[in-house]
T-cell receptor
Framework: AQSVSQHNHHVILSEAASLELGCNYS??????LFWYVQYPGQHLQLLLK??????LVKGIKGFEAEFIKSKFSFNLRKPSVQWSDTAEYFC????????????FGKGTKLSVIP | DARVTQTPRDKVTEMGQEVTMRCQPI?????VFWYRQTMMQGLELLAY????????DSGMPKDRFSAEMPDATLATLKIQPSEPRDSAVYFC?????????????FGPGTRLTVL
């Protein structure tokens, strides 16, 4: 079974700082990769996804992620965070074919200080 | 703007009572998922349906939980009898899955508190 590790439980940054959240997965086959964001008290919203093609994926709100197959990683980045980015971020993986279930990481809580 | 809807949004009940949560997937989506979110375990997949057929319910305690999809516009998750350890936020998600394509859209969740 696949698993997802998010290295940081809680990250605290000042506004305008750069962000990188780590995500590693364990699964030997083709994968689909996702980053979801959950604002306080709200449901999960898709930030970006990778199915195939260019390993550098751009999402909404200025976020991007890079799929590095050799490292089984899909790290999330943003060059300059804003206070409104305060939320919890979840990395998720799904097998590329045959199963549609998502396995989520434990999440990383991001707090941005004005 | 199509959205997944869930009812109720909040439910407080006493141990031993039956709880039914409902989900209306986005029209045209063929796959529905039920997740549970807790502080300790994070997000866990309970069950999912594709074209209304249950594909995987291995994450669900079968003695008390049941999931059904009586028609394409309604999915239900039932707990009977409920226990305090069932307290969590239950999310429904839907997606249009085909081949290797799998993108899920989440509902607002049902916050369940079992006293």
């Amino acid at each position: 079974a696949q698993s997802v590790s998010q290295h940081n439980h809680h990250v605290i940054l000042s506004e305008a700082a750069s962000l990188e959240l780590g995500c590693n997965y364990s699964y030997g086959g083709t994968v689909n990769l996702f980053w979801y964001v959950q604002y306080p008290g709200q449901h999960l919203q898709l930030l970006l996804k990778y199915f195939s093609g260019d390993p550098l994926v751009k999402g909404i709100k200025g976020f991007e992620a890079e799929f590095i197959k050799s490292k089984f990683s899909f790290n999330l980045r943003k060059p300059s965070v804003q206070w409104s980015d305060t939320a919890e971020y979840f990395c998720a993986v799904s097998p590329g074919a045959g199963s549609y279930q998502l396995t989520f990481g434990k999440g990383t809580k991001l707090s941005v200080i004005p | 703007d199509a959205r997944v809807t869930q009812t109720p949004r909040d439910k407080v009940t006493e141990m031993g009572q039956e709880v039914t949560m409902r989900c209306q997937p986005i029209l045209g989506h063929n796959t529905v998922f039920w997740y549970r979110q807790t502080m300790m375990q994070g997000l866990e997949l309970l069950a999912y349906f594709r074209n209304r057929a249950p594909l995987d319910d291995s994450g669900m305690p079968k003695d008390r939980f049941s999931a059904e999809m009586p028609d394409a516009t309604l999915a239900t998750l039932k707990i009977q009898p409920s226990e305090p350890r069932d307290s969590a936020v239950y999310f429904c998600a839907s997606g249009l899955t085909t081949g290797s394509y799998n993108e899920q859209f989440f509902g607002p969740g049902t916050r369940l508190t079992v006293l």
